[in-house]
């Protein structure tokens, strides 16, 4: 039973895609660097090139880590659905089979100025 | 004109029969199940109603009468605190910030557990129940009011406490009580009982009310110790009432013991991750701290926690499943909230700081073996930035929890440098969590959470991702109830109060 109830019930789901606007969510992480306190939420369309995802606003917002000048996007290992995952830059996030609400983490094995300084 | 009793006053034992079980009755041209249609589909089997005892045998004429004398003393108190400028007499107005989440997050709980007894007073049908039941609803109406008023002193004189309500409703710290509550009211009477009764008044509330109020006195605060101790002998009723409730199920049925420990363990992670909140209220937010929260949680968690698991052992009962989970975040989850709430500090309804050397000697104290290997660099890197002039802010909103509705801030079980990534796909759509506690809870009854109204997708999907809109939306003014204390309104406002209260310049 999918939920406890007088009788059968079926309840709306909050998130659909269509009520972004065209637009989709994308979350993602930087494995080992908590420096961001929870994995980020992007809201873009899924025409986006996912290679454009990475030089706008994942670059914006991940500047405040010590690592992020050094990060080089052709050496990062990437996650979907927490198992590797190899994006083409020059594809669309759709094209890249990225939908939505889905998690991306990415790695950067050695780099961990925050933590090691502990 | 004087008259001879004749009769002797009833004693107590007769009082309450008469007051209380004598006034139900056989229903005789309904039936039953036609008039307390909601007891059975949780599956509880209850054989004999009668046998729900009620240790306080409080009847109503009495409750009123103690009631009247709390309000009574409690608005004498109040009154007197505003008269004498008593906001002056804090340790320092960064405590206003621990207000000012209880009050946000905290209180409408108060006000929704109102309405939840008052619902499930009638849909038990025992007669004792029921009255144990309206005298709750009456506390917690009681209680959010109190609180309401004790705090709307400082409404006068301080930023972040106008719109409580709104707060409450539409900003994105606050849905943790608020999914809490609403989950539980829109379970089946038992499992109410379980959540509330049991989970949040026996389990958790000491976590809750005694440090909070400690951390009251500690700073001066008389309005809110005020509150505290008015409330105090309700809570104890309302212990009883949870303790008597679970003990009740599983001595009048074995099949109940599997669904009774299901909502044990989903309750007490879900008040778990409620406490976050307080975690970070004592290790940061009080001026002059009463004691860590880990000390808090080997005192009210490990200690009473654990006698009153070992009680409910000879029921077959077991310790909550995510127990284990929970002992492991002890020493992590304060900072992991901080850290957050600091960085997020633009959209929140209070003001968080950077802690000062002083704050962090005492973490790094408190928390020996966390604090100054995972959350010290982190926070020295964030005063490098603020030194820098370019203070961190991330405007990367956060992927929030699919039942807990927190930012999933927590790492993985094992590895405090990594976080805790968990996700299910229900009917073709995908569901992120922040735990394998918060997880399990949606997949035993995905219909019911994938209906949540996630704070920060709303702003993406109501306001197109607006967060100007989005202040003016949930009430926040932006440059006086958010960002940092340090240069806001309220650190300049109370240091210059209190300077004219203690020196002549």
Redo the contacts between chains.
């Keep these: 039973m999918?939920?406890?109830?007088?009788k059968e019930?079926?309840?709306?789901?909050?998130?659909?895609v269509e009520?972004?606007?065209g637009?989709q969510?994308v979350?993602?992480?930087w494995?080992?660097h908590?420096?961001?306190?929870?994995?980020?939420?992007?809201?873009l369309p899924p025409a986006t090139p996912f290679g454009e995802v990475l030089r706008g606003p994942l670059a914006a917002?991940l500047q405040?880590d010590?690592d992020a000048a050094a990060l080089d996007w052709n050496e990062v290992e990437w996650l979907k659905?927490?198992q590797p995952f190899v994006p083409d830059p020059s594809l669309s996030l759709a094209g890249n089979g990225i939908?939505?609400?889905?998690?991306l983490?990415f790695r950067t094995p050695g780099r961990?100025t925050?933590?090691a300084?502990? | 004109m004087d008259m001879k009793a004749t009769k002797k006053k009833l004693g107590m034992k007769e009082r309450y029969r008469i007051l209380t079980r004598d006034l139900g009755w056989e229903p005789g041209y309904q039936s039953k199940k036609a008039i307390f249609?909601?007891v059975e589909?949780?599956?509880i089997k209850v054989h004999d109603w009668d046998k729900w005892e009620d240790p306080f045998r409080l009847t109503m004429d009495a409750y009123w009468k103690y009631q009247a004398e709390k309000e009574r003393k409690f608005y004498a108190i109040i009154d007197a605190h505003a008269q004498n400028n008593g906001h002056l007499n804090l340790t320092d107005a960064r405590y206003l910030s621990a207000l000012k989440i209880f009050l946000q997050a905290i209180s409408p709980g108060e006000y929704a557990a109102h309405k939840g007894f008052a619902r499930i007073g009638r849909e038990f049908p025992g007669v004792g129940t029921q009255v144990a039941c309206q005298m709750q609803a009456i506390d917690e109406i009681r209680h959010a009011q109190t609180q309401i008023h004790a705090m709307s002193n400082y409404n006068r004189y301080y930023d972040g406490f106008h719109a409580f309500a709104d707060a409450r409703d539409r900003i994105w710290y606050t849905s943790v009580a608020r999914s809490f509550f609403d989950d539980a009211m829109s379970?089946?009477p038992f499992?109410f009982m379980i959540a509330i009764g049991f989970s949040f008044e026996y389990v958790l509330t000491n976590l809750l009310f005694v440090p909070f109020m400690s951390g009251a006195a500690y700073n001066g605060d008389m309005a809110t110790v005020t509150f505290g101790f008015s409330a105090q002998s309700d809570e104890a009723r309302h212990m009883t009432l949870g303790l008597e409730c679970i003990k009740f199920m599983l001595e009048q049925d074995p099949d109940n013991l599997p669904i009774v420990q299901g909502w044990i363990d989903k309750w007490f992670w879900r008040g778990f991750r409620v406490l976050g909140l307080v975690s970070t209220m004592m290790d940061y937010m009080l001026p002059k701290r009463v004691m860590s929260w880990r000390e808090a949680w080997e005192i009210y968690g490990v200690e009473n926690g654990g006698a009153l698991f070992r009680d409910l052992a000879r029921y077959g009962i077991r310790p909550p499943k995510g127990w284990d989970d929970a002992e492991q975040a002890i020493d992590h989850m304060s900072h992991?909230f901080m850290?957050?709430l600091y960085?997020?500090s633009f959209g929140t309804a209070f003001h968080s700081w950077i802690p000062s050397d002083d704050d962090m000697a005492w973490l790094s104290a408190k928390y020996p073996d966390t604090f100054?290997?995972?959350y010290?660099?982190?926070w020295?890197?964030?005063k490098k930035?603020k030194a820098a002039g370019?203070p961190?802010k991330?405007?990367?909103?956060?992927?929030l929890c699919q039942c807990c509705q927190l930012?999933?801030?927590f790492?993985e079980p094992g590895d405090p440098?990594?976080?805790c990534?968990r996700?299910t796909v229900y009917?073709g759509?995908?569901?992120?969590f922040c735990s394998d506690g918060c997880k399990d809870i949606f997949e035993h009854?995905?219909?019911?959470y994938?209906?949540?109204?996630?704070p920060?997708?709303a702003l993406?999907?109501e306001l197109?991702?607006d967060v100007a809109a989005w202040m003016d939306w949930v009430s926040l003014r932006d440059g006086a109830d958010n960002g940092d204390y340090d240069g806001s309104r309220d650190q300049r406002h109370f240091d210059e109060w209190r300077g004219l209260a203690t020196s002549n310049l």
């Design positions: 999918a939920v406890t109830s007088l019930y079926i309840g709306v789901a909050r998130d659909r009520n972004y606007g637009k969510i979350y993602l992480s494995d080992h908590l420096l961001f306190a929870a994995p980020l939420m992007l809201c917002l405040a010590p659905d927490n939908g939505h609400k889905d998690q983490r961990n925050l933590l300084a502990a | 249609p909601y589909y949780e599956g379970a089946g499992e992991q850290l957050g960085q997020w100054d290997r995972y010290r660099p982190r020295a890197h964030i930035l370019t961190f991330n405007y990367g909103l956060a992927r930012p999933c801030v790492t440098t990594l976080t990534h996700e009917k759509e995908k569901y992120q009854e995905p219909e019911k994938i209906q949540a109204w996630l920060m997708p993406f999907s197109g991702g």
